[in-house]
């Protein structure tokens, strides 16, 4: 009997391990959800690619009008790119902190109907989806927009080489978080209308 | 000792009866991210207030340009509303058998900058987290735009008595999936750019 609570406890014990192990990737939906925040202070450590690419991958599922798919991403982890970039954007300081940008962009032609709306609509829900991958892997990001600014898409255009016909949407530094950054309860039930306006 | 050892079992077996009924609503970000899908084909049962309430929650807890919110919601669980919906939506058959249908809203002039551009941004994203939130909760969701289409936005308004300067941006019918519709994998690695384009 001492055997098998033995035989229990090294169970259990090892149950847990696996259980904390993937802990790390296996937050839940709506936790990760209500626990984004837009994350301005980064400690400056770097974000290995194997986490960027579990990223933007998440980014690509996202849905889009009859399933077009206009987005790409350019991904930054060069110091000097990283600095470049926050030279020339109003609101994106915390890029010299940051370990990465994603730049979301999307391509008009490529959208449904080459409908320009469409485009941008798209490639914000690929966004999203990546401000929540960040969340999720206990990273930080925060949606500085590019877009509809000319100067600051023509500054990212400059800085990354873009083609004139794509528009980068954002610039998402990505980076580990100091933990000053803390969500937001914004949830209003007046904005809730019941089955009319 | 045979006393402790039965302890264990209780235990396993509580924390298995915990874990399991967590679990409904535990699921892990990427797994809902990657099996989310445009779900176009509904049982036709009915889907509760609770859960219309969480889902619009994880919509609200979207970052927002300057955090101005602009977003609003209609939710339509009304057989006749929906129905009415349907009538004069080209791609929104799906609502003939949907237990509900969240409708996003923008409104510009409660925008930063009362820009047109960022509102729409600001509830994709907030309609995102939406179509996250039907998917971890095991229900079904497609977006079907309302916006950038006059004749669609001015018909969700008419049903709706949604005002002339609120933007219906998507008609979200949401119901209990039959299981015919399934996730696709849009990964694309040549969407990827590093350093620069």
Known sequence: MRRICIGFFVC???????YAQEDADMKDTFSVIHSRKSVRNFTGAPVGRAELDKIIRAGMAAPSAVNAQPWSFVVVTDRKKLDELAAGLPYANMLLKAGAAIIVCTEPDKAYDQNRDLAVIDASLAGEN?????????????????????DRMNHVRTVLGIPQEVIPLNVTPVGVPTGADQPKDKYKPEKIHREKW
């Open 12 to 18: 259990l014990l090892m149950a847990g391990v696996v």
């Open 130 to 150: 990546i401000l929540l991958a960040i969340e999720a892997l206990g990273l930080g990001g925060v949606w500085t927009a590019a877009y509809p600014y000319a």
